[in-house]
């Protein structure tokens, strides 16, 4: 064969499994990828201070966020402790578990008064963790956290 000629190339069944496969694991990192929620008030993100090194960290709590920090009328979802953590009211706090008890999903975002779970659209009232749109029967599960000065501790 001499350079000029065309070579005809021929993929293996494996190797289109294997391109898609990748194109599907990079779609779903991609998607996953944003930890900011794009449409309410509230957001997903790790923990400050996760490991109880911050400031203000007397009691052997995990200081999650400062109290600046959770939206009046919205919250944050701290998905690497399974905790969200709401302000439904000016200087009052709430916790509950992240995982919707609907199928066991982490809730992603939080927006008008609700906690909002992506996987089948159940809705949790931000104030009270109880059902405000199913599929989901049963509240989310309180968490406990202890405010001091400005400071938010998840207790350990």
Known sequence: ????????????????V???????VAAV???CGNSKDS???GTVEPAKGATGDDDGNSDGGNVLAKTADIPEG???????QGVVV?????????????????RGCAVT????????????????????????GGPA?????????TVKGDSIMLAS
């Open 137 to 145: 029967t049963e509240p989310l599960p309180a968490a406990t956290i």
């Open 86 to 102: 709401t302000q439904p009211k000016a200087g009052e706090f709430k916790a509950f578990s992240s995982k919707c008890t609907h």
């Open 1 to 16: 064969m001499s350079a000029s000629q065309e070579h005809e190339v021929r993929l293996g069944r494996r190797t289109v």
């Open 18 to 24: 294997a391109g898609v496969g990748a194109v599907g």
């Open 109 to 132: 975002s939080i927006s008008d008064g609700t906690i909002n779970c992506p996987c089948h659209g159940s809705k949790f009232d931000a104030a009270t963790g109880d059902v405000s």
């Open 29 to 31: 990192l991609t998607a």
């Open 39 to 41: 449409g309410g008030s």
């Open 74 to 80: 919205g919250g944050k979802i701290f998905a690497d």
